[in-house]
């Protein structure tokens, strides 16, 4: 038997035994090729040992790799663990959560903005899931850094709005008068939390907010106000 009919044997026979395609070899498969390929090779015209090197030389990009991938697949179980202890350490906690979307359950809502240059002028608009305005409050000279608000649950009129979930959208309008759209922050209290998806959930009274879009933790809930 040559050496290219004895791999063929052996890799069928490997394949046979897994239950899997021979196309879809491990790095055992690959190893018992390689030692079947010595067993089976005539003495008197051996393989070439140049080609041997490259084979022993795939084998050990193969066992390298696979070795990467499991060290890969333990780091994303560590994430994943981590990921679940930082949200429960964030129960009871009040937390700003970089979103547009805001929740209204009958309490006043802290809300916020900031942008990414100084502006004289900021619009905070409150609209409905269809895009219907609900209520406009105008801050002047708002501070650089993080702004807050509080809305208290009714419209231009001061009349109260049904609980829901509501859109927050920032603009503001720069020295040179430019309008520029700012990036909207949502505070809150944080009840529970799921793990039942991909992303850690945190549940807080203004909703459902994605642990990755959470910028900053505070003890208690701060004054109401710009600047805070």
């Given at each position: 038997?040559?050496?290219?009919?004895?791999?063929?044997?052996?890799?069928?026979?490997?394949?046979?035994?897994?239950?899997?395609?021979s196309r879809?070899?491990?790095?055992n498969?690959?190893?018992?090729?390689?030692?079947?390929?010595?067993?089976?090779?005539?003495?008197?015209?051996?393989?070439?040992?140049?080609?041997?090197?490259?084979?022993?030389?795939q084998?050990?990009?193969?066992?390298?790799?696979?070795?990467?991938?499991?060290?890969?697949?333990?780091?994303?179980?560590?994430?994943?663990?981590?990921?679940?202890?930082?949200?429960?350490?964030?129960?009871?906690?009040?937390?700003?959560?970089?979103?547009?979307?805001?929740?209204?359950?009958?309490?006043?809502?802290?809300?916020?903005?900031?942008?990414?240059e100084?502006?004289?002028?900021?619009?905070?608009?409150?609209?409905?899931?269809?895009?219907?305005?609900?209520?406009?409050?105008e801050?002047?000279?708002?501070?650089?850094?993080n702004?807050?608000?509080?809305?208290?649950?009714?419209?231009?009129?001061?009349?109260?709005?049904?609980?829901?979930?509501y859109?927050?959208?920032?603009?503001?309008?720069?020295?040179?008068?430019?309008?520029?759209?700012?990036i909207?922050?949502?505070?809150?209290?944080?009840?529970?939390?799921?793990?039942?998806?991909?992303?850690?959930?945190?549940?807080?009274?203004?909703?459902?907010?994605?642990?990755?879009?959470?910028?900053?933790?505070?003890?208690?809930?701060?004054?109401?106000?710009?600047?805070?």
């Amino acid at each position: 038997m040559n050496s290219m009919s004895a791999l063929q044997e052996t890799s069928v026979q490997s394949g046979n035994k897994t239950g899997k395609s021979s196309r879809e070899l491990g790095k055992n498969d690959f190893l018992n090729l390689l030692v079947s390929q010595l067993k089976n090779q005539d003495p008197l015209n051996p393989s070439d040992p140049t080609e041997f090197t490259a084979q022993l030389a795939q084998y050990s990009s193969l066992e390298q790799l696979q070795n990467i991938s499991a060290g890969m697949a333990g780091l994303s179980s560590m994430k994943e663990q981590f990921g679940r202890m930082s949200a429960l350490s964030l129960i009871d906690r009040q937390v700003v959560a970089e979103t547009d979307k805001l929740q209204f359950g009958g309490d006043p809502v802290k809300m916020g903005f900031r942008f990414s240059e100084p502006v004289e002028k900021a619009i905070v608009t409150i609209k409905g899931d269809n895009g219907q305005i609900i209520d406009q409050k105008e801050v002047l000279q708002p501070a650089e850094d993080n702004n807050f608000l509080q809305w208290d649950g009714t419209d231009q009129n001061g009349q109260p709005v049904p609980e829901g979930r509501y859109l927050l959208e920032v603009t503001g309008t720069t020295a040179e008068g430019k309008e520029t759209r700012g990036i909207s922050l949502v505070e809150s209290r944080v009840t529970g939390a799921d793990f039942s998806g991909s992303d850690s959930i945190l549940l807080t009274e203004s909703g459902r907010i994605p642990l990755s879009e959470i910028t900053r933790v505070n003890n208690s809930t701060s004054a109401a106000g710009t600047g805070q």
